[in-house]
């Protein structure tokens, strides 16, 4: 495979080797012994004739053997001249240790710059620079520089984690070492000029000894890349990933310290939906999901039993899953009199299940053979079992791992205690049953197993019903500007535009200037929407109060009044939209209003008339969106529409394009979901449509590469129908 010479060398040069114990190259070699690395390595420096006994050469040009990969360890100024040696040898594996590049801005920047200018041009590949580098528990290879006395080595296993930060590298190993977590391999990849998480996790795919794989991720490589390359992994592996930089502070600190540029969350949050990656919150969440998965498989469902002998530590758990969207359906009647043959009255029997302080080891064998084993109710079992009581011994380890076995389905559990405790929980995971120090982060991990198993599910469809007047169909065109007679104004209104997947739409927005950003007039912005196949208002541009007037008569009252201008995108903001025209006074009115106002908050901005809309009747008001987005190219958005959208945030996105399935997900994501589906009595909005203008507008920013941004908001949904009563679109 392409970087099997990165975990399994057969021989290293380490560019910059000293026995010096303040450099760090020393410890890379000491460490490399102490892991029993089997290949050569080949010290590289002109100050030294040997290294701890290795021979030491002035250059790469003068070692005479084929090196697999070096190891360079120099002040960042020299690294470029070393990488031009590369290519003279035939090598072409690096990971550059060294740190002062595009962390720092400025001559760093410019040195990564050249680096993978070289790297690029004579095929040299690189993990790095700024970082720690490779970890491979199955080779006995690494390039860690931190002494093994200050940071545990895990024990091999199949958790293989993937880090832009070198410190959560060093943290991860020694956390997962305490944690008993097997590793097989950790990158820290840095700067990532060459080599990052994309072509890694297609390393992974074929990697035998990996099976859960970990990513703390600052910002991405290849946006597209990484999703296909995580959505075939994740078909076989479990993949969980941390990203931080989530606000507006974090990215700043990104950019600081590797030089990258961090894209919206939600975008990262929809790419990881996209890719079956599990998505968690913090370091502890994300070390219990990587333990929760490399120990137990997903479950089937989210029926979740709880068994203890501790009631309090059981309405803990119930708060929890309740939160976190785990089912604590009661114990079902059949089971309920199968356990009332076996307890005391006093044994609470119902979920969860408390056999209190009375009980012992067995009683806990009992209640998980005849509930989860001997039925088929539940998907998976917490198990609290608190040592404490006197029937409690550690026999019950074995007997809870035996009924897990039978059961074949997951269990974990949650112990509360001290240096007794510690011990059980050692037992219970050398049997593969994770255990979690409080109710918490047990049901959380257990969410992370429900998750994992509800991953790809299908959804169905919602039908719906919208009125059939005041719209103007998708096939009859309104034109997008008002000539000076009444009658060639009434003639040009049904003139229509057809579209042919997007070309006339892409068509004309070639034909538009190219500048930094340009936004697209809100009139021709509708005839682009309709042409696309989505319904808009009726509407007219105007260029006088006199056209504005003829325009509202012909659309019919009442009407509403929008400013046009490519400078505007936020048109009542600033005074530039009236509602519910009634008549020709009004109308004249509104339209010297509206001019007044754009004069006084926006006086230099330049105006291409008042677009008049037929009003529509009440709906309610959603927004569809596309972003291409830096990373990971177009993206979809869908959320409430209109003011709700900037004060409530409540939306969902997915990478584009969609299909149907995803963009009724789409819906069902957003906490005002209900309100489209009939909550309490009211009326059912029609969502087929609302999926159509989902899947439209991620084809057509997915088409059309020139589209920065498109938005329609609101979107009016109605129980037949949907209408795009505003539409935006900003080019490239």
């Not at 950003?517 to 006088?544: C, E, F, H, N, Q």
């Amino acid at each position: 495979m392409p970087l099997e010479k990165f975990f399994n060398p057969q021989s290293i040069a380490i560019i910059g080797a000293t026995e010096d114990p303040q450099n760090i190259t020393s410890v890379i070699v000491k460490n490399l012994e102490e892991m029993g690395y089997r290949g050569r390595i080949v010290p590289v420096n002109p100050h030294h004739d040997t290294v701890f006994g290795f021979p030491c050469y002035p250059s790469l040009l003068t070692v005479k053997e084929q090196i697999d990969l070096t190891v360079i360890a120099i002040p960042s100024h020299r690294v470029p001249e070393v990488l031009q040696q590369h290519s003279k040898c035939g090598i072409k594996n690096s990971i550059i240790i060294s740190g002062g590049f595009g962390e720092i801005g400025g001559k760093g920047a410019l040195l990564e710059k050249e680096i993978k200018r070289i790297c690029r041009q004579d095929g040299i590949s690189v993990i790095g620079p700024n970082c720690i580098g490779v970890f491979d528990n199955y080779s006995n290879f690494t390039t860690s520089f931190l002494p093994w006395n200050k940071v545990q080595k895990p024990g091999k296993g199949y958790v293989s984690i993937l880090t832009q930060s070198g410190s959560y590298a060093v943290s991860l190993m020694d956390l997962l070492a305490q944690e008993n977590i097997g590793v097989s391999k950790i990158v820290s990849y840095g700067n990532r000029v060459d080599i990052g998480e994309s072509a890694l996790i297609e390393y992974f795919i074929n990697d035998e000894s990996t099976r859960v794989i970990g990513i703390y991720m600052e910002s991405v490589d290849e946006g597209r890349r990484f999703i296909n390359a995580s959505r075939r992994c994740s078909k076989t592996k479990h993949m969980v990933a941390l990203k931080v930089g989530r606000g507006n502070f974090g990215i700043d600190a990104i950019r600081s310290h590797t030089g990258a540029i961090a894209g919206k969350f939600e975008i990262y949050r929809a790419a990881f939906r996209e890719s079956g990656i599990l998505e968690v919150d913090g370091l502890e969440d994300f070390i219990d999901a990587c333990k929760v998965l490399s120990m137990q498989k997903p479950a089937r469902g989210n029926k979740i039993l709880v068994i203890t002998n501790g009631g309090g530590f059981g309405v803990a758990v119930s708060d929890m899953c309740s939160n976190t969207g785990l089912d604590l359906s009661r114990t079902p009647r059949s089971i309920k009199e199968n356990l009332e043959k076996e307890f005391p009255e006093f044994y609470i029997l119902n979920n969860p299940v408390d056999i209190t302080g009375s009980s012992g080891n067995e009683d806990f064998g009992t209640v998980m053979k005849t509930a989860f084993i001997d039925d088929d109710f539940f998907d998976a079992a917490i198990v609290i079992p608190l040592m404490p009581p006197p029937g409690m011994t550690e026999g019950i380890v074995d007997i809870i791992s035996q009924k897990a076995r039978e059961a074949k389905k997951p269990v974990i559990i949650c112990t509360i205690g001290g240096m007794h405790t510690r011990k059980i929980k050692l037992l219970f995971e050398e049997h593969n049953i994770p255990v979690f120090p409080s109710p918490e982060r047990c049901v959380k991990a257990m969410s992370i197993l429900v998750e994992r198993g509800r991953i790809c599910m299908e959804s169905g469809h919602i039908p719906g019903r919208m009125p059939e007047n005041f719209i103007s169909k998708p096939e009859e065109k309104t034109v997008s500007s008002v000539s000076k007679t009444p009658r060639d104004l009434q003639h040009k209104a049904s003139l229509s535009i057809c579209s042919d997947n997007f070309k006339e739409a892409a068509n004309f927005l070639k034909n538009i200037p190219s500048k930094a950003k340009t936004i697209v007039l809100p009139d021709k912005a509708l005839d682009i929407i309709k042409s696309i196949g989505i319904t808009t208002p009726a509407y007219l541009l105007t260029k006088t109060p006199e056209e504005t007037v003829e325009a509202a008569e012909l659309l019919g009252f009442p009407v509403v009044l929008k400013v046009s201008s490519p400078e505007i995108l936020h048109k009542s903001d600033v005074g530039g939209v009236a509602v519910n025209v009634k008549n020709r006074e009004d109308a004249k009115r509104h339209y010297h209003a509206i001019m007044s106002n754009i004069s006084r908050n926006m006086p230099d901005t330049g105006l291409n008339g008042i677009l008049v809309e037929k009003q529509l009747p009440g709906a309610t008001e959603v927004i569809v969106g596309g972003i291409r987005d830096e990373q990971f190219g177009p993206t979809v958005m869908f959320g409430l529409g209109g003011i709700f959208v900037e004060i409530f945030a409540d939306v969902s996105f997915r990478i584009a394009p969609v299909t149907e399935a995803e963009a009724l997900k789409m819906i069902q994501d957003i906490k005002g979901y209900p309100i489209l589906s009939g909550y309490r009595g009211a009326r059912v909005m029609d969502v087929q449509q609302l999926i159509k203008s989902i899947v439209t507008v991620s084809e057509f920013i997915s088409h059309v590469d020139r589209i920065k941004e498109i938005e329609l908001n609101p979107l009016f949904v109605y129980e037949k129908g949907v209408v795009a009563v505003d539409a935006r679109i900003i080019l490239e």
